[in-house]
């Protein structure tokens, strides 16, 4: 079945440094969602992309989605603390009908 | 917008058990509802999706009978955990979704800890 990886598991930054994470897909999707969950909080919708080779801005998170629509990244510009959290990507199949399939999440810690 | 409420926000019980939880749309109406379960630090599991007016479908390995769950209208769906168990215990988070889109607005979660 579908498969969605997301690397690092963890990632520690100095506030002011940059952040990646990535999403890698087993199957080609129909879209992505990226969401953030705050720690003890609930995930929250962040963006979704849907285009092949699509990228969003939103302030200082980038977003893109690849070309051959099976991978994804979230960028984010000189970290600060109220980024600290982990961000999901969660990708739609073609074929999954209604629901989405979940990442392992990113954690992220910034250091101030 | 797209504000989702669960309650109860946590909830102790007993083993053998049932605790029920709620989830609510509250500013729109949700014909997709899902339930999750999340273990600290880490992603989510979906359990099943529930669809208004339809039978939920149950992912594989969950029990739909122990894990009953109600779709009745376009606002509210709920989770039933029967007998509960230890093993239970978890963060059940529902989420909803606006008909036609497929984004996908979470509730707060519960907290559920089986003694």
């Known amino acids: 079945g579908q498969q969605v990886m997301q690397i690092p598991q963890y990632q520690h930054v100095q506030e002011g440094e940059d952040f990646t994470t990535y999403c890698n897909s087993s199957?080609?999707?129909?879209?992505i969602q990226w969401y953030k969950q705050r720690p003890g909080g609930h995930p929250v919708f962040l963006i979704q992309?849907?285009?092949?080779?699509e990228v969003k801005k939103q302030k200082r998170l980038t977003f893109q989605f690849g070309e051959a629509k099976k991978n994804s990244s979230l960028h984010i510009t000189a970290t600060q603390t109220t980024d600290v959290g982990t961000y999901f990507c969660?990708?739609?199949?073609?074929?999954?009908?209604?629901?989405?399939?979940f990442g392992p999440g990113t954690s992220l810690s910034v250091i101030p | 917008g797209a504000v989702v409420s669960q309650h109860p926000s946590w909830v102790i019980c007993k083993s053998g058990t049932s605790v029920k939880i709620e989830c609510r749309s509250l500013?729109?109406?949700?014909?997709?509802m899902f339930w999750y379960r999340q273990f600290p630090k880490q992603s989510l599991m979906l359990m099943a999706t529930?669809?208004?007016?339809?039978?939920?479908?149950?992912e594989q390995g969950v029990e739909k009978d122990k894990f009953l769950i109600n779709h009745a209208s376009l606002t509210l769906s709920t989770l039933t955990v029967t007998s509960a168990h230890p093993e239970d215990s978890s963060f059940y988070i529902c989420?909803?979704?606006?008909?036609?889109?497929?984004?996908?607005?979470f509730g707060p979660g519960t907290r559920l800890t089986v003694t």
């Open positions: 500013d729109f109406q949700a014909t997709t």
């Open positions: 992309l849907v285009k092949s080779g």
């Open positions: 199957t080609t999707l129909s879209n």
């Open positions: 529930s669809n208004e007016g339809s039978k939920a479908t149950y």
């Open positions: 969660a990708g739609l199949g073609k074929t999954s009908y209604d629901k989405v399939i």
């Open positions: 989420s909803a979704r606006i008909r036609g889109r497929y984004e996908q607005y």
